[in-house]
């Protein structure tokens, strides 16, 4: 039996994912996303464009088809994985790795003005709240996916290339996370408040509570923060607002991991354990990425002990069950690696790799399929499709990896991978 190694595996799915048509047919109404669709391809093949002309070539008519469709359908106004805030984020994350950036530079300044612009609306948006005292801050704010803690750190890696046009909105970011976060009260500053409407009520990411995950939770702006005060874009508010941050975390860590959100009951000590029931051992929520964030703030604060927390989260894995799903990069064996992988736990990132090896099928039309309570799709995009396994699977072993300010995994909030990462260079798990 014949068997593939893992640079090449990267390149195989990234081949089957060349053709921008059907990306967008797959994709549907996400056809533009980072999370489903083109803007997730696109920022695979920039990364691995130094390998291969064709993955170059794909990149420029991933993004042209993108900016299309978000012309003729524009989509509704978000953050970094959706419509234009999709597509800002692949080019500032993906042209760097580019043999030859320069042709892209207007519509990275653009993306970069859009984002910046936006960033400051939410923030001027949440600040007229607190003003008129509105409780807590509605997730959607503050989140990776769709509010300030991805905007932000995407902007912190535009203005780090030199991009003037990131300083307001990275700054506009970064503040009004450290007076949430700072809020005075009772309950934290990121409560999410109760929605008003029934359909609201009925997404379990509105319960009155806050969230502690990566994804939609404080380690996200946690994550963002550190990555300012490292980046030298901090002050002693952000480093306040970290602690805090971080504080928090820790006090709620049972068992390893966290829950995914701490509600009413839990503050006053009336909830079951666990009063929540969701993951906690993926990227999204859980040991994962809140380790990730948490060594990252440990190094941006100098604290040795938060450091600590993180890596024992992280490197518990290798050894405990684990309640992820499928393969993907959000809440499957993916998502692992890319979190072991980036602060240098070589157990726990092997571990993923024999995972990721068990749900490899050469068969299936991406290699992968991505799983999500119990229902499996075959999807093209980076955070629950092929191209975020095919990115995390290059990084892992060091294909062609052009050296970049921020890498394209900071769209996940990673920290700057760690350089004593061993690469794998014996053959891969994958057979044919």
Same mark, same amino acid.
């Given at each position: ?45 920039? #990364? ?49 790795? &580019? ?21 400051? @609306?939410? @923030? ?40 003037? #046009?990131?300083?307001?909105?990275? &700054? ?26 029934? @359909? ?119 050894? #405990? ?7 993907? &990069? ?98 891969? #798990?994958?057979?044919?």
């Amino acid at each position: 039996m014949t068997i593939t190694a893992l640079p090449n595996l990267a390149a195989a799915i990234a081949e089957r994912l060349l053709d921008p048509e059907s990306i967008t047919a797959e994709a549907g109404p996400a056809a533009t996303s980072l999370s489903r669709g083109l803007a997730g391809t696109a920022l695979l093949h920039a #990364r691995l464009s130094a390998t291969d002309l064709r993955f170059q070539k794909a990149a420029d008519l991933h993004w042209a088809r993108a900016a299309q469709i978000n012309t003729s359908h524009p989509q509704r106004v978000g953050g970094i994985f959706n419509g234009v805030g999709a597509l800002a984020a692949s080019l500032i994350l993906g042209t760097p790795y &580019l043999p030859d950036p320069e042709p892209y530079r207007r519509p990275v300044q653009r993306g970069v003005g859009w984002l910046s612009a936006r960033a400051t @609306a939410i @923030a001027a948006w949440q600040r007229d709240r607190r003003d008129a005292g509105e409780p807590g801050t509605p997730w959607q704010t503050y989140d990776l996916i769709n509010g300030l803690s991805g905007i932000g750190r995407v902007l912190l890696a535009a203005a780090q290339a030199g991009q003037g #046009r990131a300083e307001p909105g990275m &700054l506009a970011a970064r503040d009004s996370l450290t007076a949430m976060i700072n809020m005075d009260g009772g309950r934290p500053g990121w409560w999410r408040p109760t929605p008003r409407s029934s @359909a609201a009520l009925a997404d379990p990411h509105n319960r009155d509570a806050a969230n502690t995950g990566l994804a939609h939770g404080i380690a996200g702006p946690l994550a963002f923060l550190a990555a300012c005060q490292l980046a030298g874009r901090g002050d002693d508010a952000t480093a306040d607002a970290m602690r805090a941050a971080a504080r928090w975390l820790l006090a709620w860590r049972a068992e390893g991991s966290w829950p995914p959100q701490i509600t009413a009951d839990d503050l006053a000590g009336t909830a079951s354990t666990p009063s929540t029931r969701g993951r906690r051992d993926a990227w999204c929520y859980g040991a994962p990425g809140i380790g990730a964030a948490l060594i990252a703030a440990g190094e941006a604060l100098q604290d040795p002990d938060l450091t600590q927390v993180g890596h024992s989260a992280i490197a518990a894995l290798s050894t #405990r069950a684990w309640d992820t799903e499928g393969p993907t &990069l959000c809440h499957g064996s993916a998502g692992v690696l890319l979190c072991a992988q980036t602060i240098g736990n070589t157990a726990t990132a092997r571990r993923a790799d024999d995972a990721l090896a068990d749900q490899y099928d050469p068969a299936l039309p991406f290699a992968f399929q991505h799983r999500d309570h119990g229902q499996a799709t075959d999807e093209p995009g980076l955070l629950v499709g092929a191209a975020g396994i095919a990115l995390t699977l290059a990084d892992r072993s060091g294909l062609a990896d052009r050296q970049v300010t921020t890498p394209w995994s900071a769209a996940l909030l990673m920290p700057t991978p760690c350089p004593s990462q061993p690469v794998l260079t014996t053959e891969g #798990r994958f057979p044919r």
